[in-house]
């Protein structure tokens, strides 16, 4: 009874495809889960992260809707409901994870798992045999050795999305996209915040050209770049810039400098871990046959969509199915207000991989839609590389509303390899945002 064609470790937006794949085609399944269905993601993670970021963006769209005809008066920004409607997203997912589970018979343990040999799994004192172990972990916030950085304020991202009052000044050491998506939510309901980044640009995974922009739209943030914190001390961050110290007051930390992956010790059963993770190949398999690492605890590419891809992959190689990851043509999303989201090369990586590189921009407000609701003052921009000998395009990066929700497009157009007039030749809805990309191409 306790034998299973697969057994699933870990119950985040990897584990839990996984297992839903897996079970839909009839393979007997076990999803092991030590905290809550849905994983980092769902609980601590891109859901509650969004919920907060949208009652923000309401807030401050009722503060200055008066351009667009309507008036509103004793606008107050409440965290305590905002954090209920928060909490009750995260309950709604999880049932629905479950529901899930339960239609394509998944059998569910909520238990911490430990792994005794490739196909043995002990949990909630009972031991589970497979056939294909996948371990689908994920990973935990990096602490780094700061003095102070044991205080009770200083939170990392899930202890931030559980405080009960709001701080008078905020510092977020980390300017990658999870500190500034709080700096983001934080500084549109009126907290005053300061983002402490040690590299010369935050979220260097974006187009030089668009972190600027982001930076400079989002006015109220104080960005202090190429600052190393020093120590934490009381109500003071502490951080040196090119040989000078500054203290800045902080009722609050926020710990955002990266994540580390949840290996479980794996390589006591002999499974080959690297410093940023369990080692795969482009089937997700790592060097013990039958066991495969998805999501955060491979280290390859830590984005909640990854790990589901990922999980398909892993699930296809065991059926038998040809499969396999690639990475070209992953897009990513950072639901600041405003939006950022991009796809396949900057410009930078394009001309440092020597292709003969072209590029053309736009301004969002060209876009009908985009200046009919957003208006003229609204920040936004679309930026396409293409390799100018083959016309393929390289990348596609956008900032303004709506990006995350067409940058899927592009996604599509790298991954077929699209030339320019490929794209030419499709027709996009009018009026739309997603124009943007088409009529950007024109400028080529």
Sequence with gaps: MNKYDLIVIGAGPGGYIAAERAGHEGLKVLIIEKENLGGVCTNWGCIPTKSLLNSSKLYKKAL??????????????????????????IDTLRKGIAYLMKMN????IMAEAEVIAADTVLADGKTYSCDNLIIATGSTAFVPPIPGADLPHVLDNK????????PGNLVIIGGGVIGVEFASFFSNIGVKVSVVEMMDEIIPLMDADFTKALRKNLSKVDFHLKARVTK???????????????????DMV???VGRRPITMGLEKIGVDVAPQGIRVDEQMKTNLPGVYAIGDVNGKSLLA???SRMAEVAVNTILGKQDCMRY???????YTDPEAAGCGLTEKDAKEQG?????????????GRFLAEMGKKAPGMCKLVVDDDSGEILGVHLLGSYSSEIIHSAAVMLEMELRVQDVKEIIFPHPSISEIIKDTLWGL
């Design 105 to 108: 018979k998944v059998d569910v």
């Design 328 to 334: 070209a043509a992953v897009p990513w999303a950072v």
């Design 159 to 166: 202890g931030i999305l559980a405080v009960d009052k709001l």
């Design 305 to 307: 969509h990854s790990a």
């Design 355 to 367: 292709y003969n590189v072209k590029t053309a921009s736009s301004q969002m407000r060209a876009n």
């Design 232 to 250: 934490i001390d009381g109500t003071k961050v502490y951080f040196e810039k090119d040989g000078v110290e500054t203290a800045l007051d902080a």
């Design 254 to 256: 926020l710990m955002s």
């Design 64 to 89: 200055h809707s008066e351009e667009f005809g309507v008036s509103a008066e004793n606008v107050v920004f409440s965290l305590e409901k905002a954090m209920a409607h928060k909490q009750d997203t």
